[in-house]
Structure formats: structure tokens, C-alpha cells
């Protein structure tokens, strides 16, 4: 037992070292650059990665996907692990008086889906997600006001006007809109604000380079983010844009300030939760103040998220 154990950990440790050696060689080639421009009198940004500036630039409505990616990005949202574990399962859906199951195939075969089966997914999970915005939207006013006859007419009057919002769009064919309101990843409006702060951040926060895929993590798909040092690169599934964000740009902080300490820390990290079970015991460092994984996300990313708050707030009031 001692040996398989030693042979355990000597490998762990060579393979950290490999690492180690390959992160810093690399992330030095990965410094991404930016460049601040001016168009139409505004303020705009370029980063190195044409993709990169392309999302930004769609998040806060200054671009739209096209018609195509926006298809696309439909089908990995419905083939996400949380959203296919949904509509694998019987459930009652609003409009969908039925508790058969909304999709029986493989998650292979959904991300080849026709547009029609497509869309036919998307009319009932586009209800479901008025509906619960209104159901929140009710339970956020009556935790904050005491409930009264005319407060439950107004919640449910906001209600009412989401689901039909839908229905119309549903009955008018406005496909591209509802593939819009189902992925929320695109602004109705340009937030220039906001625009300006998450530039800001990603200047403060290591300028990573951010890439939209399916099963972004590739240890958990599960996860839906995933960072890697050695090309100083976010990727994320597009539909969990800020969420992944903000998790994944607190490790490019890391690296940006001190990439051969970072670099070193993690090494230890995954050394010692190596033997029994790597991913299990890596996975209790999150939790454990001093370690990198706790650093990133217990501490850097709280500060990242009030940063952005603070600075929309400034740039607004300019």
C-alpha cells in the first residue's frame, strides 16, 4: 500500500512540476493587449481576441449574435447538464398540460436538432421562465412591503403581462426574440456604463481571453467555467456569462499579480489532495482559507463584483 502510494504522489508531483514549467513559459506568450478607441464620440474597446470583443460588445447591447449563433447557443443551453436534466424528466410545464417527458432522445442528438424541434423546446421553457420571473417578482414584493388586496393585483397583473408578453411572441413567430429572452444574453438597449466598468475590470482583473463552448470545464461538465492559466482564457457556456465571469477572471487576477507564486500554490494544492480521490479532496480546498481555490473565489471574486458595481455607478452618473 505504502508503494502504490509513493508511486502516487511521486507522479502527482511530476506532473506538477511539468505544469509548473509549462504555465510559465506559456502564460508569458498569453499577456492579451487591448486597445481603447472612439467611435461616434463613445468609448470603445478591442481586445486581442476579435472574439472576446465581439461578446463584450454583445452583452452590453452594442452587438447582436447573429442568427445562426444564436442557434447554436439555443441548443447548448437546452443541452447543458442542468437544463437537459429538466426537460428529460416528467414535469408539468405551463402550456404543456402534459407530464411526459419534453425531450426523450440523447443530449447528442438535441444539439443536432432541427430548428423545429428547437423551437418546439424553447415556446415551453420560455413560459416556464415567465412564469417564475413573475412568481419571483410577487415574492420579492411581499417579503419587502405587508400584502394587501391591491399588491396581489398588481403582482399578478406583472404576471399576467409576462406570460402574454410569450404567448404574443409565440403566436407572432418572433422566433429570434424568443431565442433572445430564453438565452438572456443580449441587451435590448446599449449600456455604455456598463460597457466602461467591465472594461475596467478586465483591465484590473488580467485581460483574459474569454471563449464561449459547451461543457466548458473538462474535469466536471457540470461546471460551467472553466479557467487555463497557460493561455490566460475564461471559457464559459454563453448563457452563464456573468456567473462564469466572475469566478473564472478572480484565477486571472491570480496569475496577472504573481504567476510564479500562483503558480507554485496550486501545484501544492493539487499534490497533496492527489491520493485517494484528486477531484474530491480538490474540491474541499474551495472551502479552505489560505488555498488558492478559497483565495479566488471566497475573496477575489466578492471584490470583483462590487468593483463592477461601483464602477457602473460612476460611469453612469458621467
Given at each position: 500500500m505504502k508503494g502504490f502510494l509513493f508511486i502516487g504522489?511521486?507522479?502527482s508531483l511530476l506532473v506538477a512540476i511539468l505544469f509548473?514549467?509549462?504555465?510559465q513559459v506559456s502564460y508569458s506568450l498569453f499577456r492579451w493587449n487591448y486597445a481603447q478607441l472612439s467611435k461616434n464620440g463613445e468609448i470603445m474597446y478591442s481586445h486581442q481576441d476579435p472574439g472576446t470583443t465581439k461578446f463584450i460588445e454583445v452583452?452590453?447591447?452594442k452587438d447582436q449574435l447573429s442568427d445562426n449563433?444564436?442557434?447554436t447557443y439555443v441548443r447548448w443551453k437546452l443541452a447543458s447538464s442542468e437544463e437537459f436534466k429538466r426537460i428529460s424528466q416528467p414535469h408539468l410545464w405551463p402550456g404543456y398540460q402534459s407530464e411526459e417527458r419534453l425531450w426523450?432522445?440523447?443530449r447528442e442528438h438535441l444539439l443536432l436538432a432541427s430548428e423545429g424541434?428547437?423551437?418546439r423546446l424553447v415556446k415551453v421553457l420560455?413560459?416556464?421562465?415567465?412564469l417564475s420571473e413573475a412568481k419571483n417578482t410577487i415574492n420579492s414584493t411581499f417579503d419587502t412591503v405587508p400584502l394587501n388586496p391591491n399588491q396581489t393585483s398588481t403582482a399578478l397583473k406583472i404576471q399576467e403581462r409576462n406570460i402574454s408578453k410569450i404567448k404574443g411572441l409565440i403566436t407572432q413567430n418572433q422566433n429570434q426574440v424568443l431565442y433572445r429572452y430564453y438565452l438572456a444574453i443580449e441587451k435590448d438597449q446599449p449600456d455604455q456604463a456598463g460597457y466602461q466598468a467591465f472594461w475596467a475590470i478586465m483591465k484590473q482583473?488580467?485581460?483574459p481571453r474569454i471563449v464561449l463552448t459547451l461543457d466548458a470545464n473538462p474535469i466536471n461538465s457540470a461546471k460551467y467555467a472553466f479557467y487555463a492559466a497557460h493561455t490566460n482564457t475564461v471559457y464559459i457556456e454563453p448563457y452563464k456569462f456573468w456567473d462564469g465571469i466572475k469566478q473564472e477572471m478572480s484565477h486571472s487576477k491570480q496569475f496577472n499579480d504573481a504567476p510564479h507564486q500562483t503558480s507554485l500554490r496550486f501545484i501544492k494544492s493539487l499534490v497533496t489532495s492527489a491520493w485517494p480521490s484528486p477531484i474530491a479532496k480538490y474540491e474541499q480546498t474551495y472551502d479552505i482559507p489560505g488555498e488558492p481555490e478559497y483565495d479566488a473565489h471566497s475573496v477575489i471574486q466578492p471584490e470583483l463584483e462590487s468593483e463592477f458595481k461601483r464602477l457602473s455607478l460612476k460611469f453612469a452618473e458621467k
Open positions: 504522489v511521486a507522479a509548473f514549467g509549462f504555465v452583452m452590453f447591447g449563433t444564436r442557434l426523450t432522445a440523447s424541434e428547437v423551437l420560455a413560459l416556464d421562465k415567465a482583473y488580467g485581460n
